[in-house]
């Protein structure tokens, strides 16, 4: 006679919403708000150059490409994050411990987008002033430095960090999966079935 082995059915883990949204809001963080080089690099060497060298790389990158890339980056980044807030509000099974980082990361991109907010026009302005206003071109450079390079770097930066932090909190507290027996109808898990068919069937040789 032969017998089934005992078996017992074990919960695949899944990634609840909450997760799937601190990933995508990390990548999509690390991917937009690269704003190290162009605060720690590039705003030094416009400084060495003429303004009117910044306002005219500013009119071909950040007000053409840039203008798309850039608005579909920040709007994707911010609602990834406050997403990943509201589910992790509503998700009873999230671990408390990645509530911190998660809140936070939405702090930095309400600065983020306030920023925006200051920063944004100012570019645009620079799109519609000459290369002879020199003064006006000077006074943009700084507060869009200020405001769009510095400020903002530091809200992205908040993101990403706090995100990754989210991300390792999230996977590293969150619930074990539940192992659970298969049962017949009778209430008998199958393996006790099993071990009992065993048991006659060794009996009966």
């Known amino acids: 006679m032969t017998t089934r082995s005992a078996m017992t059915t074990r919960s695949v883990p899944r990634i609840s919403l909450t997760g799937r949204l601190i990933i995508a809001a990390t990548v999509v963080a690390g991917l937009f708000g690269a704003l190290l080089d162009r605060a720690l690099v590039a ?3 416009w400084r060495d150059l003429d303004v009117r060298a910044w306002a005219d790389y500013s009119r071909h990158a950040d007000l053409q490409n ?11 980044c911010w609602a990834l994050v406050f997403a990943a807030a509201l589910a992790y509000r509503l998700d009873r099974s999230a671990p408390r411990q990645a509530g911190p ?5 939405a702090l930095g991109a309400l600065g983020a987008i306030i920023t ?5 026009p100012v570019m645009i302005h620079v799109g519609q002033l000459t290369d002879t206003d020199i ?3 000077h006074d943009a450079f700084e507060t869009f430095t200020l405001w769009g390079v510095y400020v903002r770097g530091i809200c992205f930066a908040a ?14 507290y969150r619930p074990a999966p539940i192992t659970r027996r298969r049962t017949n109808r009778g209430g008998i898990t199958l393996a006790d079935q099993d071990a009992t068919n065993t048991t006659i069937a060794t009996r009966h040789q």
């Open 43 to 45: 705003t030094p060497a």
């Open 66 to 76: 840039g203008l798309l890339v850039y608005s579909i980056g920040g709007i994707l």
């Open 101 to 105: 980082p998660i809140y936070l990361a």
């Open 116 to 120: 925006t907010i200051v920063a944004a």
């Open 135 to 137: 003064a006006a071109l």
């Open 159 to 172: 993101i990403f960090v706090c995100s990754v932090w989210a991300l390792v909190v999230y996977f590293r």
